[in-house]
């Protein structure tokens, strides 16, 4: 991208900005209808015999061209892909394995019961089991026993179903994630979705739950998309009757699978980013929880810091979703009694909602309303949304490069979504701007950093996934898939384990007299903070948790914490003026509970 000059005076039309907006999705992400309960098929695609010939799908059974119903345990071969690895994104396999193979998982109890290893048909094409095993021998190794029947654990939007790596497959609880993997948000979800591995692996190799049974896992990746997210949720919970999921991220898609499917199917819900405050008084049952704090917090730190910045003009952009428009909302309640007319806000659609060339459209049209006339620019501009971010910023920089000369360069703030982006804020900007642009991007997010129980994790996240470092938010992703665990291994042995027993045993983490465990107990690849945790809650105790993210001290009353705002910064990495490095460069002090205001801070 080149910054062009122009005359003064012209405006600035949709037209200019639109190759910028182009660059916002990679690909459009077409929709797809609600997964409904099957047993064998979703559609005729998943019906090919191993003999090659094509039967149908009729109400998830497979049937025969003769419209016999009735099938042998080998008769169908599913032609769902067999998980991948990480090198496109998606969850790498078990660090624990030798053969470093991905394999599948399974849910929770599995009967007793003498078996010959093979599967039995009933008269309806359903093979009957008793364990895990059996479904394995007669139908591959990402079918699972559930109630009674062989079930794919596998479906469109989840595809990588990893076993632990020792222990029988009879002896499992599975626990799924729904993160959104792919692009355009991969760059700051997969650090998030590797942490969900790497906790499940970090128990599976120090313990193991009540009954000898460890964790299995189902990823699932949800595009980012609502619907998506509710066929993934609506698979993991019909027909796999999965105890707990991990995620959505977004506040959109976590409200729609709560309100729509976990809440009415009594599973345990943890979602490890998303934020909007409408999550706070979802009538839950005590089954949606989040480590992290509601966006009430960072709309008022944000606020605050664009009037101690005294900004004059102020545009704010947010995602038109639960998350920015909430943090619209509480933003304009503060800064439109003070700048008046000269703060403006503009929603824009998810870049994965509508088709690329739309999108396009949609974004030019924003920036070109949101950068205004000539001498009506904003010298501030507010962005709630995610990696888009990085567009939004680029294209807002065009119309400021296209002025001759160029008007007060403005500063931009970000919502912590967008965040772990500022960084490639700066990288895609043309070479000429960068050290230019550096000083002018911030953020504010909650604080989900605790220094030392972050640097011990970040030891073995580089490790297990090729000497990358992990970002701030993937101890979100950890905290809450161990808070998860811990939750279960409070179940006694033999009964079952369920959303709601997960969702009782909550206040047993969260217990200031209960036995401290901090993450960052180990010595070398002893995790001793695992042993400690377990040994409590199996001998019904209760603990008191120091996670990645810091103090994991849960409101019972809402399912999350209270934590301060963090400032961000970028700063140029030492020898290199134009690399930037995210830095935390104050601190929002909240005032004392219930209040949700408090005072920045240099650090």
């Known amino acids: 991208m080149t910054l062009a000059s122009r005359p003064s005076g012209l405006a600035l039309g949709p037209a200019l900005l639109l190759g910028v907006a182009g660059a916002v999705v990679g690909a459009a992400l077409g929709a797809c209808s609600l997964a409904v309960s099957f047993d064998e098929c979703r559609n005729d695609g998943d019906c090919l015999t191993k003999m090659g010939e094509q039967w149908t799908c009729d109400q998830g059974h497979c049937v025969a061209p003769s419209g016999d119903d009735s099938t042998t345990a080998t008769s169908v071969t599913p032609t769902t892909e067999s998980p991948t690895t990480a090198t496109t994104g998606a969850p790498t396999t ?23 290893g093979e599967g039995s048909s009933s008269d309806t094409g359903v093979v009957a089991c008793t364990l895990n095993s059996e479904c394995e021998a007669a139908l591959g190794d990402n079918f699972l026993c559930v109630e009674t029947l062989c079930v794919d654990a596998l479906s469109e939007e989840c595809q990588v179903l990893v076993w632990p790596s020792q222990g029988s497959h009879d002896k499992v609880v599975l626990l799924a994630s729904i993160i959104p993997a792919s692009p355009p948000f991969d760059a700051i979800t997969v650090p998030l979705q590797n942490a969900v591995q790497l906790a499940i692996e970090d128990y599976n190799r120090t313990t193991d739950l009540p009954g000898g049974k460890r964790i299995a896992w189902l990823a699932c990746d949800d595009a980012g998309s609502a619907e998506k997210a509710l066929a993934a949720a609506e698979h993991l919970t019909g027909a796999l009757k999965v105890p707990a999921i991990v995620g959505p991220v977004f506040s959109e898609q976590v409200i729609e699978v709560a309100t729509k499917v976990t809440i009415p199917a009594s599973t345990f819900l943890i979602t490890p980013s998303a934020t909007s405050k ?32 005294a900004a004059t003009r102020v545009a704010m952009l947010g995602k038109a979703d639960a998350y920015g428009k909430g943090i619209i909302s509480d933003v304009t309640k503060v800064l439109n009694p003070k700048l008046g007319a000269k703060f403006k806000s503009f929603e824009y659609p998810d870049p994965v909602s509508k088709p690329p060339d739309q999108i396009m459209a949609d974004y030019a049209a924003i920036l070109a309303d949101a950068w205004g006339d000539k001498g009506l620019h904003p010298d501030h501009v507010l962005i709630a949304g995610t990696s888009e971010a990085i567009n939004l910023v680029l294209g807002t920089m065009l119309a400021w490069g296209a002025e001759n000369p160029p008007p007060t360069q403005p500063r931009f703030i970000v919502t912590h979504g967008a965040v772990p982006s500022m960084e490639d804020i700066v990288n895609s900007a043309p070479d000429g701007i960068k050290a230019l642009l550096m000083p002018y991007v911030e953020g504010v997010a909650p604080d989900v950093l605790d220094p030392q129980n972050f640097a011990a994790f970040n030891i073995r996240y580089k490790i297990r996934f090729n000497d990358s470092d992990a970002i701030t938010a993937s101890s979100l992703g950890y905290d809450a898939t161990m808070v998860t665990i811990f939750a279960m291994a409070a179940i006694p042995a033999g ?47 209760t603990v008191d948790l120091k996670g990645v993210s810091g103090e994991l001290t849960f409101d019972l009353a809402t399912g999350e914490v209270r934590t301060n705002v963090i400032g961000w910064g970028l700063t140029p990495k030492m020898g290199m003026p134009t690399v930037p490095v995210l830095t935390p460069m104050r601190v929002y002090v909240l005032d004392p509970p219930p209040a949700v205001t408090g005072t920045w801070m240099d650090l």
């Open 495 to 541: 009964e079952p384990v369920t959303g709601p027993a997960i969702a009782g045993n909550m206040g047993k983490l969260v217990d200031a007299m209960g036995t401290k465990v901090s993450f960052d107990d180990v010595d070398g690849t002893d995790l001793l903070f695992i042993k400690k945790a377990h040994n409590a809650l199996v001998s019904k105790k």
């Open 278 to 309: 409408q999550i706070t008084n979802l009538a839950d049952n005590d089954l949606v929880w989040r480590p992290i704090s509601s966006d009430v917090y960072q709309s008022n730190a944000l606020a605050d810091r664009v009037l101690a910045l």
């Open 94 to 116: 078990s660090a624990e394995s030798s053969t470093g193979q991905v394999s599948a998982t399974t849910t929770g109890d599995s009967t007793s019961g003498s078996s010959t």
